[in-house]
């Protein structure tokens, strides 16, 4: 691809880390020490991954429930996110926020949210006021298919049509809300992305599993709000593989098939990435193996880190309400 | 110093730390049209124009958002909402966002943002323009919530919200935007938390926020005539609430009566009445008297309206039977909206 040289190896080696935390959050979860629901990226790193490549340092990025990744991708502090799960002082917010309202302003990630399409707004607003000082600053609000349902997506998607804001929209389409999968919830008839389209932006499906397609489809969109041609939007197909929140497996629930995970198992985002770079030969499955013990090192040190640090003091619980 | 009308202190507080700060910008529904939100944002808007003084889409939930995430990013966003019934479309934003945001990420940063709400009294507005909406934004830690009641203090608080940490609330009730009074030029904060001595007195307190305020001194009027020196407090801020003035009130009358614009149930006339016995119980002699609304919608149709709404008539005469007068208040007052002819 006409990518920056590295980049491949980067949007890689940035997968390979995030699944590297989140396996091992994972793994942790059931010894209780992390009181915090979590909603785990584990199949969906590529979206995060390929949006925030397109990103410079101070561009902003905002999230949902499902943030982990984009916290991770934008620069988000490791240790400050795996102290937050343990509810410590250290956390990225202090142990007041966690898995949910992970932040970290120095990165340029400033929030995430729990409550659907709340941060959509506030990626709105950002922009807004970057447009307004003439900035070519760009925000980023990633959200998922079933905020796509709620209100403030279309007041949203109008305001920065109507203002040629300079945000991106990034929907991962997982396929579904919870439970409750796409099709009870929307119009078969038309996709996520023509929706977006109606509004008047540039909007685009892409396969979200595949980074160096997020990442083109990101250079192009961010590209076009920075020449101030208004907001743009990207669906991204791709699948969560673990339950809605929380670190099981759940596909004996009912509600999705163990066939429909396995097939989108097989799809990888980490998986493919890897044969791809290796078939090109910019890559050896010898440096994947190297850079997994890497990054692993560096999850370990950090719950390491995390179960050491202390508490936040209970003198100090309404501390930071003004 | 010269006379202002409620509105135009508002205006001028405005145009004023609009001209000090940058960052701060103006929105809402209406704020660039000919009526300039009843004049309180047409000044700025001849002044700054359209870069920092531009309408909105509908849409309150996204706008209180917007808000948010142009604060996030060094804003100071100023938005209004002609009828506060309408800010129950944003308090998604208003109240899990704004109000949280310091506190759940961490206590790094707060968002500087400014809602200003105007409740609307009179000429039949009825059950979805009538609603005064203090006690619901109040509950939740983090807010600021402020209810001028003259036009100084419209003028100080608003200043005060511009140039503090957020995220404000200010509450103005449009029954109170043709009063006049000398309101400073310098734009000085007054600061939330701070109440004020409306009327000193001995016999028996009257705390009322907003318009209640101005009902609750007329009111005192009239129980001068029978013998009665009424203490009248406005809190002007409900969260932070000025608790220690009350107390020191109480302490003189030993009698208290709470009026509000709003319900009774779970309202801010409780909350008072709650601090009250709570941490002043040795001071009171007598039960607190609530005079709110009656429990139903704001009706339209003028005799139930009138009814509807607390007036100085019914203030005084809750003070008379906390006192154990057997007098009846002897005279009403014209209603504070007597002359108001719309424009609606």
Redesign the interface.
């Known amino acids: 691809m006409d990518a920056p040289s590295g980049i491949e190896r980067r949007l890689l080696g940035e997968m390979i880390r995030i699944r590297a935390v989140e396996e091992t959050i994972a793994d942790l979860y059931p010894q209780g020490e992390m009181r915090t629901p979590t909603h785990f990226s584990i199949g969906q790193e590529a979206v995060a991954v390929g949006v925030c490549a397109a990103l410079s340092g101070d561009d902003v990025v905002y999230s949902g429930h499902r943030c982990h990744a984009h916290y991770l991708a934008k620069g988000g502090d490791l240790a400050g996110m795996v102290a937050e799960l343990f509810g410590r002082e250290t956390g990225c917010a202090r142990g007041r926020g966690g898995s949910v309202h992970l932040n970290d302003r120095e990165a340029g990630f400033i929030a995430a949210s729990a409550i659907l399409g709340q941060t959509i707004a506030t990626a709105v607003g950002s922009a807004l006021a970057f447009k307004m000082d003439g900035l070519s600053r760009v925000a980023v609000t990633f959200f998922g298919d079933g905020t796509v349902e709620e209100g403030i997506f279309h007041e949203c998607l109008n305001f920065a049509v109507v203002k040629r804001l300079p945000v991106l929209f990034v929907c991962e389409n997982n396929g579904y809300s919870t439970h409750t999968s796409l099709g009870v919830r929307q119009p078969a008839s038309v996709p996520i992305h023509a929706r977006a389209a109606s509004y008047g932006m540039p909007s685009e499906r892409v396969d979200g599993n595949d980074v160096f397609a997020v990442f083109r489809a990101a250079r192009e969109a961010v590209a076009g709000l920075r020449r101030g041609n208004g907001p743009s939007f990207l669906e991204c197909i791709t699948y969560r593989w673990r339950e809605h929140v929380g670190p099981l497996w759940d596909y004996d629930k009912g509600y999705r098939t163990k066939a429909e995970v396995i097939e989108w198992i097989a799809r990888c985002p980490i998986k493919r990435a890897i044969e791809r770079l290796v078939a090109e030969g910019l890559c050896s499955m010898d440096e994947v193996a190297r850079i997994e013990r890497g990054y692993q090192d560096e999850v370990n040190r950090a719950v390491v880190a995390a179960k050491a640090a202390p508490f936040p003091t209970v003198d100090d619980l309404t501390v930071g309400t003004y | 110093m010269r006379l202002l009308r409620y509105w135009e202190a508002i205006s001028e507080a405005t145009v004023q730390c609009m001209e000090a700060d940058a960052s701060i ?1 103006l929105t809402g529904i209406g704020v660039d049209d000919f009526k300039g939100i009843f004049g309180t944002t047409a000044e700025a808007y001849r002044r700054f124009g359209a ?2 003084v531009f309408d ?2 509908n ?1 309150e ?15 100071r ?1 100023l938005v209004v909402h002609p009828r506060n019934d309408f800010m129950f479309l944003c308090m ?2 208003l109240l ?2 704004a109000a949280k ?10 968002v500087p943002v400014v809602f200003r709400g105007i409740v609307g009294r009179g000429w039949g507005q009825g059950a979805t323009h009538s609603q005064s909406l203090q006690a619901a934004f109040a509950h939740f ?2 807010l ?1 919530v402020a209810t001028p009641a003259s036009p100084a203090d419209a003028k100080g608080l608003l200043v005060s919200a511009l140039q503090g ?1 957020g995220p404000v609330i200010l509450l103005e009730n449009r029954a109170l935007y043709e009063l006049a009074e000398e309101v400073p030029e310098a734009p000085t904060p007054i600061p939330f938390g701070q109440g004020k001595i409306v009327r000193a007195g001995k016999d028996v307190t009257i705390v009322g926020a907003s318009l209640m305020a101005y009902e609750a001194k007329r009111a005192a009027e009239i129980l001068a005539e029978h013998g009665v020196d009424a203490e009248v407090i406005d809190p002007r801020s409900i969260r932070p609430l000025d608790e220690a003035m009350l107390l020191e009130s109480i302490k003189k009358t030993g009698r208290l009566v709470v009026a509000d614009t709003s319900w009774a149930f779970c309202g801010f006339a409780a909350e008072v009445a709650a601090v009250a016995v709570e941490k002043g119980w040795e001071y009171l002699k007598a039960p607190v008297r609530r005079v709110t609304p009656p429990d139903c919608p704001a009706p339209v149709s003028r005799p139930l309206e009138e009814a509807f709404h607390p007036s100085p008539l019914t203030i005084a005469q809750a003070c008379l039977d906390l006192l154990k007068m057997e007098s009846s208040v002897k005279r009403g007052v014209s209603d504070v909206q007597a002359s108001f002819a719309g424009p609606y």
């Not at chain 2, 939930?61 to 804003?75: D, L, R």
């Open positions: 910008f870069a920092r909105i889409p849409g939930n996204a706008t209180t958002g917007i808000a948010i995430g142009a604060a996030a990013v060094g804003k966003p998604d934003q899990n966002l945001w310091r506190y759940m990420f961490g206590g790094k940063t707060g830690p983090g600021y940490t």
